[in-house]
């Protein structure tokens, strides 16, 4: 597979409280990426801290750590083919309103402080924060059975 990455996602309370668990893992299946870890979590105000502390300071800090808090989440490392830039497009922008059709964020939600999921945005920060979130050995690589049909090459 060329460029092969992983990357951490996060569906975040609001995406579990809709009943939008399915609906988010499907989009991203179906784009080709694979799924090599995945964990149903409720996390704490510290771990969300660290979690978020590129943003420690700005306005909106403290009520994002209540948001992510405020439920479980589900917490995922997706692997594939320049996954950190696929998963960041499937995604879509940070405010719904300025997210492209077709993405998760336009297509399921409509303000920056409910916007459902989280993804890395860095080939730094993925490699951060699937250590902060998982153990080696809880990320559990697998073959494909037709991967040649999704990242093959001519
Ligand atoms: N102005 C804001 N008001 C409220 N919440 C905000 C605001 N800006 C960002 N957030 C929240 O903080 C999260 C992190 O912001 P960031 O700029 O890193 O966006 P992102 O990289 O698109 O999202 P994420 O890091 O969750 O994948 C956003 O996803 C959103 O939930
Ligand atoms: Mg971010």
């Known amino acids: ?25 499907s989009r991203l299946e179906n784009r080709g990426l694979k799924l090599v870890a995945m964990e149903f979590r409720h996390i704490t105000k510290e771990f969300a801290e660290e979690h978020y502390a590129a943003h420690k300071g700005k306005p909106f800090f403290n009520g994002l750590v209540k948001y992510i808090t405020a439920a479980p989440l589900v917490a995922m490392v997706w692997e594939g083919s320049d996954a950190i830039k696929a998963v960041r497009q499937t995604v879509g922008a940070t405010n719904p309103t300025e997210a492209a ?20 945005d860095s080939v730094e920060s993925a490699e951060a924060e699937i250590k902060h979130w998982f153990k080696e050995e809880d990320i559990f690589p697998w073959e494909r059975d037709h991967e040649e049909w999704i990242t093959g090459l001519n």
């Open 1 to 25: 597979m060329i460029n092969c990455q992983r990357t951490l996602v996060l569906i975040k309370p609001d995406g579990v409280h809709r009943g939008l668990i399915g609906e988010i893992i």
């Open 101 to 120: 059709p077709g993405t998760i964020r336009h297509d399921l939600s409509i303000l920056t402080s409910r916007n459902l999921i989280h993804a890395s």
